[in-house]
Nanobody, 112 residues
Framework: QVQLVESGGGLVQPVGSLRLSCAAS????????MSWYRQAPGKEREFVAV???????DYGDSVKGRFTISRDNAKNTVYLQMNSLKPEDTAVYYC??????WGQGTQVTVSE
């Protein structure tokens, strides 16, 4: 079955770091453009990061310089390394196979 499963979310303190994982099954992840989005309660879903088939990356303005998207083709997994976390980064983070397959999301909470 074609599926994306996020993991790695949790509670961290401001300025802390967290690495999210998105494990793909039923398809070869490296042959697709993959991305991360996030959504806080009552807010619209927001673009976070994207990685192309060739490994080119881009980021939303709110996370640029702090987050890094990458993939491990052997593990069929995409990662989101999040550094210098802020309370405003609190959200459910979703992995996406662009156009269009969504994972279920993993909760990230940034708080004292």
């Amino acid at each position: 079955q074609v599926q994306l499963v996020e993991s790695g979310g949790g509670l961290v303190q401001p300025v802390g770091s967290l690495r999210l994982s998105c494990a793909a099954s039923g398809f070869t992840l490296s042959t697709y453009v993959m991305s991360w989005y996030r959504q806080a309660p009552g807010k619209e879903r927001e673009f976070v990061a994207v990685i192309s088939r060739r490994g080119s990356t881009d980021y939303g303005d709110s996370v640029k310089g702090r987050f890094t998207i990458s993939r491990d083709n052997a593990k069929n997994t995409v990662y989101l390394q999040m550094n210098s976390l802020k309370p405003e980064d609190t959200a459910v983070y979703y992995c996406r196979r662009v156009a269009d397959l969504w994972g279920q999301g993993t909760q990230v909470t940034v708080s004292e």
